[in-house]
Nanobody, 129 residues
Framework: QVQLVESGGGLVQAGGSLRLSCAAS????????????MGWFRQAPGKEREFVAA????????YYADSVKDRFTISREKAQNTVYLQMNSLKPVDTAVYYC??????????????????WGQGTQVTVST
């Protein structure tokens, strides 16, 4: 199995920054030889969950939604089994619960939340005006 635990959410003023962390654990995660795609998704009240960013665990290749490109940066620390989402120039529209998710690297990268089988509990990010 795979366990994902997010941290780092909070309240910040528009224009500010936050860094989210997602620590992965579990025998399935550690024993994989094909790696994973680690993704961040978010869900605002009354809206569908949407893709934010992802990184290939082995390749380090990154993927971003257009709405966050040039403001957010995803990275991973392989030794710590941790993925980060550095969020700069935050806007009120970025307010949402942010979720970490992962899917096997055996498959292609996906932007669809339904294709990620493992999820964290979520962390709230609130950006005030």
């Amino acid at each position: 199995q795979v366990q994902l635990v997010e941290s780092g959410g909070g309240l910040v003023q528009a224009g500010g920054s936050l860094r989210l962390s997602c620590a992965a654990s579990g025998r399935t995660f550690s024993s994989s030889t094909v790696g994973w795609f680690m993704g961040w998704f978010r869900q605002a009240p009354g809206k569908e969950r949407e893709f934010v960013a992802a990184v290939g665990w082995k390749s380090g290749r990154t993927y971003y939604a257009d709405s966050v490109k040039d403001r957010f940066t995803i990275s991973r620390e392989k030794a710590q089994n941790t993925v980060y989402l550095q969020m700069n120039s935050l806007k009120p529209v970025d307010t949402a619960v942010y979720y970490c998710a992962t899917r096997s690297g055996r498959n292609d990268m996906s932007y669809r939340s339904s294709e990620y089988p493992y999820w964290g509990q979520g962390t709230q990010v609130t950006v005030s005006t």
